[in-house]
Nanobody
Framework: DVQLQASGGGLVRAGGSLRLSCAAY????????IGWFRQAPGKEHEGVSC????????YYQGSVKGRFTASRDVAKKVVYLQMDSLKPEDSAVYYC????????????????WGEGTLVTVSS
């Protein structure tokens, strides 16, 4: 069965860093992409980043560009989201999901979602 497990959330002060992990089970890394998404209380669900598992190409939503970095470890089948210079507005539940990615695009065709991990950034 396809499973995604997100972890690494926590409480951090503004300006700090966290690294989220998304462990993938039950499928080959070839031909897929992993997207990171977040939802804050009372706000819309939004895409944060997308990384191709095939070639590691990435896409970032505007507000996180230059602060967040997605990467993958093919051998471990884990995708990471390094979050630096965190701001209180980054506070949300973060999810990872499996989908597809075209060049210079966000993830699409999201089929499987992991449980979320809570990120809280204090001011």
């Amino acid at each position: 069965d396809v499973q995604l497990q997100a972890s690494g959330g926590g409480l951090v002060r503004a300006g700090g860093s966290l690294r989220l992990s998304c462990a993938a089970y039950g499928f080959s890394f070839d031909d897929y992409a992993i997207g990171w998404f977040r939802q804050a209380p009372g706000k819309e669900h939004e895409g944060v980043s997308c990384i191709s598992l095939t070639d590691g190409s990435t896409y970032y939503q505007g507000s996180v560009k230059g602060r967040f970095t997605a990467s993958r470890d093919v051998a471990k089948k884990v995708v990471y989201l390094q979050m630096d210079s965190l701001k209180p507005e980054d506070s949300a539940v973060y999810y990872c999901a499996r989908g597809y990615k075209r060049e210079r695009s966000a993830c699409y065709g999201l089929e499987y979602w992991g449980e979320g991990t809570l990120v809280t950034v204090s001011s």
